[in-house]
């Protein structure tokens, strides 16, 4: 417990809570970052994380980055992620179980959905015991229309006409890959996909007529756009030279190594269209149902469009980085809600 409470303060994060349950082998950490617009906001991950502080870093950078996506998608919420520890001898069912109290308690102060690692099962455990987690099967499809509307505002800032005939290369065949896929293919993309798991990948192709690339060199093919949608960190300095695509442009969650990364995309002149962006499709639908009372979230993730063109203008009117423009632009609306609610 110690490395978790230096983690907290040399990373200054705010509201950790820890829920632990050794007799199912529980350790789960939710991290609230900034709720200024609303309850917090994110998913649930359940990774094999090497250290508790790993887990803890990696959930306050992912919850941070929901605060922005939140204010981006001009939603009532803030930034949350809660993360599970995997390992050997967890028992999920009721672990998840647990979870879902926890959260329960929490009185609608987080709402969660699905993230990586955490499967179907696992949130109808939670959302059994909680009426804050949302598993509807639809939100991976709004993540794959919302990419779809950023792609289509990036293509057309670079000259092309949307994504017809765009090559596209998605790193990851899961839920949010195989939901990107279809809604690329199905407005004109030639999509080729690439997953550790080779056979999800083959599956995700059968479905959706996308070709199967290698998952070692997906994010170097010769193509228009690369989408990373699966594991975040994956974009890195060191690959930015073989990147053979105009533009970045996916919904993995934090697919930037670092914040650095940017500047070496720009310099590099290589579109990034950020991933809080891209992937806000599920929060969208989540938050817009459950806390704002929308019928119909679609025009909120068609808007996504609209943001990812008034991102990459004010980047090149500026020289800044898109990902510095969509970080100023979410903390100015913050910042206004604060100065209102005084």
Do not use: W
Not at 104 to 124: K, M, N, P, V
Not at 126 to 155: C, F, K, N, Q, W
Not at 183 to 196: C, E, H
Not at 284 to 289: A, C, M, S
């Amino acid at each position: 417990m110690s490395d978790l409470l230096s983690t907290i303060q040399a990373e200054r994060i705010g509201r950790t809570l820890v829920i632990s349950e050794p007799e199912c082998g529980l350790l789960a950490l939710i991290v609230l970052d900034d709720l200024t617009l609303g309850p917090g906001a994110g998913g649930i991950r359940t990774r094999a994380y090497r250290s508790e502080s790993e887990a803890l870093h990696d959930a306050a950078r992912l919850a941070r980055a929901m605060t922005i996506k939140c204010a981006l998608a001009g939603l009532d919420a803030g930034g949350a992620k809660g993360v599970v520890l995997d390992h050997p001898g967890l028992d999920r069912t009721r672990a998840f179980l647990r979870l879902g109290e926890a959260i329960e308690d929490l009185r609608g102060l987080f709402h969660t959905a699905g993230d990586l690692g955490t499967t179907a099962a696992d949130l109808r455990l939670m959302a059994s015991r909680t009426r804050y987690v949302h598993p509807e099967e639809d939100l991976t499809i709004a993540t794959g229309r919302g990419l779809l509307r950023s792609m289509e505002a990036a293509a057309r800032h670079a000259g092309r006409d949307g994504v017809r005939g765009l090559k596209v290369a998605i790193q990851g065949a899961g839920a949010i890959g195989a939901a990107a896929a279809k809604a690329l293919i199905d407005a004109g993309a030639i999509v080729t996909i690439a997953d550790l798991d080779r056979p999800r990948a083959v599956h995700v192709a059968q479905q959706t007529g996308a070709q199967v690339g290698d998952p070692e060199t997906i994010l170097e093919l010769e193509v228009d756009v690369i989408a990373p949608c699966a594991i975040g960190g994956v974009v890195t300095r060191g690959l930015v030279p073989r990147i053979k695509a105009f533009a970045v442009c996916g919904a993995a969650n934090n697919a930037l190594a670092d914040d650095s990364v940017a500047e070496t995309l720009r310099a590099a002149r290589i579109l990034h269209v950020p991933d809080m962006i891209a992937s806000a499709g599920a929060v969208i639908v989540g938050i817009g149902r459950a806390v704002m009372g929308l019928s119909d979230p679609t025009p909120l993730i068609d808007a996504l469009g609209d943001t990812t063109t008034q991102v990459l203008v004010e980047a090149t009117r500026t020289g800044r980085t898109p990902l510095e423009v969509a970080q100023a632009r979410a903390k100015a609306r913050i910042r206004e809600r604060r100065f209102q609610a005084v």
